[in-house]
């Protein structure tokens, strides 16, 4: 049977090192880190990603700030409370979750918000330092799958990795870090107009899935012994469930997991992971580890 790899447990034990260092740094006279995220509307996802941010500051000591807005805020409201984030000098690091309502346009709120707060590192600045290996905030999906890869000892230097779906959330930067050196994979990023996906991930040491589509990767897609990460949360109703669906993932868990030599369940795999290289991101940004104040 394969090794499940546990991100529910791996990011527990990340939270916990977070919260003694927090503790560390506080004994030295510093002030908690302070996270703020900003949720625009009621999206059901939103809501809850929003909520396990706040749970998972308390967890690692630091403060939180969520500011909320109705659906119906002007592209010019968003922009002045970042503009008012940027500069207070209170909060280390904010994200704005997205997506965002349709008559906003994202990028232009992405790029307003000051690269040396943007934990989440969707900010160009932050985008392009990690693809040429300089220090930046990196998204917290992929950089969440590279801590599950080093620390369940997965071994990628030279293996053929094939990432499924090309978001600049997830797809691109985990192409860039599963590149760098010291990661040193070979890769191949399939998208939704590649013609040779399925012979692509066969000849896949490790399949990275992130691509929205409820078991999409199948058994005959899937080459014995291969690593399988699945970044998939898609809703499925499910009236047997309390809240009325369950989360699949990218991958049809119950068949392929007995060809793998390690796979990510969802829920509890990449999930919990993300969220936690958040929290590492604004330990970071109270650090000023990355952009000296
Ligand atoms: N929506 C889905 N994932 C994310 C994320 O990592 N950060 C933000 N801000 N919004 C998201």
Partial sequence: MPKIIDGKAT???IKAEIKQEVERIIATGARRPHLAAILVGHDGGSETYVANKVRACEEC???????????DITEEELLACVARLNSDTDIDGFIVQLPL??????????????????VDGFHPINVGRMAIGLPAFIS???????????????ATRGKKCVILGRSNIVGKPMSQLMIQKGVDATVTVCHSRSTTLKDECRAADIIIAAIGQPAFVTADMVKPGAVVIDVGTTRVPDATRPRGFRLSGDVDFEHVA???????????GVGPMTICMLMLNT???????????
């Fill in 140 to 154: 917290a999906t992929p950089k969440g799958i590279l801590e599950l890869l080093r620390r369940y000892d997965v």
């Fill in 258 to 268: 007995p060809l793998c030599s390690a796979i990510t369940p969802v829920p509890g």
């Fill in 101 to 118: 309502p349709r008559h906003i346009n994202e990028q232009r709120v992405i790029e307003a918000i000051d690269h040396r707060k943007d």
């Fill in 11 to 13: 990011a527990a034990t």
């Fill in 283 to 293: 330990l970071a940004a109270a650090r000023h580890e990355y952009y000296p104040a």
């Fill in 61 to 71: 000591g630091f403060q939180s700030t969520l500011i909320r807005f109705e659906d």
